[in-house]
């Protein structure tokens, strides 16, 4: 079946940085755009970022654009989120997602906490 795990997530200072991963089995990733999304506290869920299947496009939230780049590895069935310039504002689950035949798929979620 279908797995996505979420790796990364950490207590950072603001102004640090964080890479995010997402290993993802049970289905032919290669062909699957990816996204990562996030759930503040008291929040809905929002799109951060998206990825094509070959990994030449990506398009982002405009709260983190030239702060967060979304890259994947199809040899290794991987997907990642590297984050810069952390804000408190970016403190949130992340979750890695996937749709494959109109079915959303979703990762456990990993927390990034941005605080002094």
């Known amino acids: 079946q279908v797995q996505l795990v979420e790796s990364g997530g950490d207590l950072v200072q603001p102004g640090g940085s964080l890479r995010l991963s997402c290993a993802t089995s049970?289905?032919?990733?290669?062909?699957?755009?990816n996204r990562w999304y996030r759930q503040a506290p008291g929040k809905e869920r929002e799109l951060v970022a998206a990825?094509?299947?070959?990994?030449?496009?990506?398009e982002y939230a405009d709260s983190v654009k030239g702060r967060f780049t979304i890259s994947r590895d199809n040899a290794r069935n991987m997907v990642y989120l590297q984050m810069f310039a952390l804000k408190p504002e970016d403190t949130a689950v992340y979750y890695c997602?996937?749709?494959?035949?109109?079915?959303?798929?979703w990762g456990q979620g990993t927390q990034v906490t941005v605080s002094s």
């Open positions: 049970g289905f032919a990733f290669r062909y699957y755009a």
């Open positions: 990825i094509t299947p070959v990994g030449n496009s990506a």
């Open positions: 997602n996937t749709i494959r035949d109109g079915i959303n798929y």
